[in-house]
């Protein structure tokens, strides 16, 4: 059964809306800043306290209501795989042992049958040519992007944040964040047109740009939601900087047509694709925690002092 369109108003003007059903989580990368850790298991099976940081972002995306996750992965990374598939013989054991909990942690989230999909990406040829891969599951229809390392503790989760915020404005929306200057050629960078305090409209976008040469320090943070147009444009992006298939090029592309807009979410972001983010989120998650938070504040307080 087709799932039915809903209809926003926009501006004063209904217009048909599709919903957003499907999310791509580039998950292809070599993990090299963490190497030695990621020598032999990929950068998105990095726990934060208990779960990899994979397992957060498909339980962000399915919360926030995606029917379907597809995680473009590349060779030699089929623990993901693994990781939401059964795991007969541990949940055997663990039955027989009587250790329920452990047992529900390793079967309450899995997925639905079908609803993660994984396709590789054969080449390393940059985060829009990841997007693209997954273009014949998308078809015609906005979809979502999700960067497993941008973790972002927040309830409700960013993505369901952003889902509501789109049926509002639809168009192209990401998550922002103001970064210090000299970070700026770190990430996407918005050029502000409108600017609400919490939704910014861009009339341009430049990938990593020089702190002299930056527009402004509206960063996009790793979450997305696209027309399936931007899947068009990535058909036909250049390489850019750093010599790869950028994203940010093919979202400038649309500018012409398509809103594009960025929205300040409420929460915490974690930069876990940075050796200090990723501890700040190990114990920024720890104690929000009810089990962990008194041990980790007390262990923490312990070693400041001392
Ligand atoms: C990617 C995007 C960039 C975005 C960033 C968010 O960069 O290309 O526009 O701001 O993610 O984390 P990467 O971190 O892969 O270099």
């Known amino acids: 059964m087709l799932t ?9 003007i209904s217009k048909m809306m ?6 791509i989580l580039p998950v292809g990368g070599l993990g090299t800043r963490f190497l030695p850790a990621t020598k032999a298991m990929p950068k998105e099976m990095l726990t934060v306290v ?13 919360a926030a209501g995606v029917e379907q996750v597809i995680l473009v992965s590349s060779r030699g990374k089929s623990s993901m795989s693994d990781h939401f598939d059964h795991s007969y013989e541990l949940e ?8 329920t909990e452990a047992y529900k942690s390793i079967t309450e989230w899995l997925p639905e049958p079908g609803q993660v999909t994984v396709l590789r990406q054969q080449e390393p040829m940059g985060l829009g040519h990841a997007v693209w891969c997954a273009r014949n599951l998308i078809g015609d229809e906005p979809f979502a992007v999700l ?20 049926q509002e404005y639809g168009g192209n929306l990401v998550a922002v964040e103001e970064v210090p200057r ?3 050629d770190r990430y996407g960078i918005l050029d502000v047109v409108e600017d609400d305090g919490k939704i910014a409209r861009a009339n341009g976008l430049v990938e990593k740009p020089n702190p002299d040469a930056a527009p402004s320090n509206l960063a996009i943070i790793g979450r997305y939601i696209l027309q399936p147009d931007v899947m ?5 992006v250049r390489k850019g900087a750093g010599g790869e298939i950028q994203l940010t090029d093919a979202m400038a592309r649309t500018l012409n047509r398509i809103f594009f807009r960025g929205i300040r979410f409420e929460g915490r972001r974690y930069d876990c694709g940075s050796k200090e983010g990723f501890v700040q989120a190990n114990v920024a998650f720890a104690i929000a925690r009810e089990d962990l938070r008194e041990g980790v504040t007390d262990a923490l307080r312990e070693f400041c002092n001392g």
């Open 50 to 62: 208990d779960k990899p940081l994979i397992q957060y972002a498909v339980e962000e995306a399915i």
């Open 147 to 166: 960067l497993a390392d941008d973790m972002i503790l927040a309830e409700p989760g960013c993505l369901a944040q952003m889902i509501e915020a789109f």
């Open 4 to 12: 039915p369109h809903r209809v926003f108003k926009l501006k004063g």
């Open 182 to 184: 000299q970070n700026v």
């Open 18 to 23: 599709k919903p957003v059903r499907k999310a």
């Open 92 to 99: 055997q054991v663990l039955l027989e042992r009587g250790k």
């Open 232 to 236: 068009a444009e990535l058909s036909n």
